[in-house]
């Protein structure tokens, strides 16, 4: 099957398959040797006219986002501890009387309310400057993570308005109420996310992952 010609190991067989090297000549085969198909590789996705419009929007949503997550500890760190010393005052009423919690109960909740807030502000930071990079880089696997992502947005900005059809019925039966501000952001957020995960779909079913589509 192979020589050896000084340097490398060569097949004795043709490009063909049909013929085979005897050193010094072709000698044809009675049956053709066997010879792996070729398979043609996959072209490459190129950009259309929607991949540019995608990429920025998807960059401006998730920069935003990063924006707004690095605030929302300092917006909301104060409401967080409001709740949590009202929280802790009813577990107080609820004690015998001459007991309760442990002396700096109050100030140990509140520090991890407050931790957890810039907890979740730093994995949205880093989910969004993902994003921002995922989008630059038109990362296939990243679009469909993204066109999840924007999916469950979407999802919330259905509850959304499913409570606000039902007079705030749904919202009422909480027993933590966040600020108003944060209910006119959720539904802002909503009708973006509806508005790119509607684009990205139909761009990933007409023309492939961030509008791209195979060119021969």
């Known amino acids: ?77 104060g409401y967080m501890s409001q709740v949590m010393q009202q929280s802790v005052q009813r577990q107080q009423n609820a004690y015998p009387p001459g007991e309760g919690p442990p002396p700096g109960f109050n100030e140990m909740m509140s520090s991890l309310m407050t931790g957890s807030l810039w907890i979740g502000a730093f994995i949205g930071i880093s989910i969004a400057v993902v994003a921002i990079v995922a989008a630059w880089k038109r990362w296939v696997w990243a679009y469909y993570a993204i066109l999840v992502l924007v999916g469950f947005g979407m999802l919330g900005f259905v509850y959304n308005l499913i409570d606000l059809a039902a007079g705030g019925a749904l919202s009422a039966a909480q027993a933590v109420r966040p ?30 992952p961030w509008a791209m589509r195979r060119v021969s």
């Open 179 to 208: 600020p108003q501000w944060t209910r006119v952001v959720a539904y802002i957020s909503g009708v973006v996310d509806a508005a790119l995960f509607v684009s990205m779909l139909v761009a990933l079913v007409r023309r492939g």
């Open 1 to 77: 099957m192979y020589y050896w010609d000084g340097q490398r190991w060569l097949s004795t067989l043709s490009p063909d398959g049909r013929h085979r090297w005897n050193g010094s000549a072709w000698e044809a085969l009675a049956v053709p040797a066997y010879v792996p198909a070729y398979q043609p590789t996959r072209p490459p996705r190129q950009p259309t006219s929607w991949t540019r419009p995608l990429q920025i929007a998807v960059i401006a949503w998730y920069a935003q986002s990063a924006v707004y997550e690095v605030f929302l500890p300092f917006w909301m760190g």
